[in-house]
């Protein structure tokens, strides 16, 4: 029911695509949004975050209807430091030097489309507000600088999910890091190891002893870096490994990390060693039903241009989880991107032209 411009549509997402973004270095692109947005009457605020800044797109509607808020993020992952996109008659990749960056510029072209073809056809629609972040590949840095306060909206819908339109993600896990430091007594290996406690062996022990990977449906937990130790005829005093926790319930979380104090702990004692745990929370997950309201809109909106939506969760983590756990209810929803963070990454032209439907669909539904 709407007639996009791909000639248009695609050019928008070449040129940021063609601009470079990596994190903390959003300048360029955030300058050429600006510009887009601004001609077609949003009010653009930068907001200090780190060495960047977030970007808030603010565009006035009709004041009896919900202000809704679409969000997506202006940094890319490396290499991005000159893409050349290369268009075929149904799909954009890069040359195969770099990634594309379709994540999540697919996201920004698909809003500034959007917006050109709503202008165009004056379309009616209630206050819209766009939050475009800075760093969110370094760890949602950006929207975790970002004050949600300020913001109007009551529902979130951000761009930032892969694989074909349709898909809803209503469930992403909660995320914590922890370090383990194991603290032994150092001695010369060859003449006096008994007087030695050797933390690499007494850390070891506490790792084998952990569960590895997934532990259910929900849950998962992940040893990924270890160091320790300096050289090899020293009993070494001090080893360290910082591992993930993640789930979907916040109370399996919570006790798979008991169980990695305990079992840390219990085993330090019987070695005579000392361990200290920090545990630091990445950020808070959640889990939206699809009966709710957020979820009904999303899906009849896409229903209204025929798309059919598929509700899903996901194991990772995204600006959605920063703003779910503010006073705004939000869905993240896929934007096209495919092999994502990687030089294959490509995106189906007629997903640019599908988001663009489902975006119009979206801000002209809302009441
Ligand atoms: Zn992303």
């Not at 791909?6 to 050019?11: D, Q």
């Not at 079992?263 to 920090?278: D, F, G, M, Q």
């Amino acid at each position: 029911m709407y007639t996009i411009n791909r000639e248009s549509l695609v050019r928008t997402f070449v040129e940021l695509a063609e601009i470079p973004s990596p994190s903390w270095r959003e300048k360029s692109v955030m300058e050429y949004i600006i510009k887009r947005f601004s001609k077609l009457g949003a009010v653009c605020t930068r907001y200090k975050c780190g060495e960047s800044h977030n970007l808030l797109i603010r565009f006035s509607g009709a004041e009896d209807r919900s202000t809704i808020l679409l969000s997506g993020h202006m940094d890319t992952v490396i290499p991005c430091e000159s893409v050349k996109a290369v268009v075929t008659s149904t799909r954009i990749t890069s040359d195969g030097t770099s990634i594309l960056g379709s994540d999540d510029k697919a996201a920004i072209a698909i809003f500034i489309e959007a917006f050109e073809f709503i202008r165009k056809n004056n379309i009616k629609h209630g206050p819209v507000e766009i939050l475009l972040t800075c760093a969110e590949e370094l760890g949602l840095k950006g929207i975790k600088g970002f004050d949600l306060s300020i913001l109007k909206a009551k529902y979130g819908f951000v761009f930032d999910s892969s694989g074909r339109i349709g898909r809803i993600i209503v469930k992403a896990p909660f995320h914590s890091n922890m370090d383990i430091t194991v603290k032994g007594r150092a001695s010369h290996a060859g003449m006096a190891p008994e007087k030695g406690i050797n933390a690499i062996r007494v850390l070891s022990e506490i790792i084998a002893a952990l569960p590895s990977g997934r532990i259910d449906d929900e849950s998962t937990i992940n040893v990924g870096i270890i160091s320790g130790g300096m050289a090899t005829n020293i009993v070494p005093e001090f080893a360290e490994c910082k591992l993930e926790v993640r789930s979907i319930d916040r109370r399996k979380m919570n006790a798979i990390e008991k169980q990695v104090r305990e079992t840390a702990v219990r085993i330090c004692r019987e070695n005579r060693a000392k361990c200290r745990i920090e545990r630091t929370l990445e950020y808070s997950g959640f889990s939206i039903s699809p009966e709710e309201k957020i979820s009904q809109l999303a899906a009849d909106a896409m229903k209204r241009v025929k798309i059919r939506p598929e509700f899903v969760s996901m194991g990772g983590g995204s600006d959605t989880n920063i703003i779910n756990s503010s006073r705004i209810r939000a869905v993240n929803l896929s934007c096209g991107m495919q092999k994502i963070h990687s030089t294959g990454e490509f995106i189906m032209i007629n997903d640019l032209v599908k988001g663009t439907e489902f975006v119009l669909s979206l801000i002209e539904t809302v009441k």
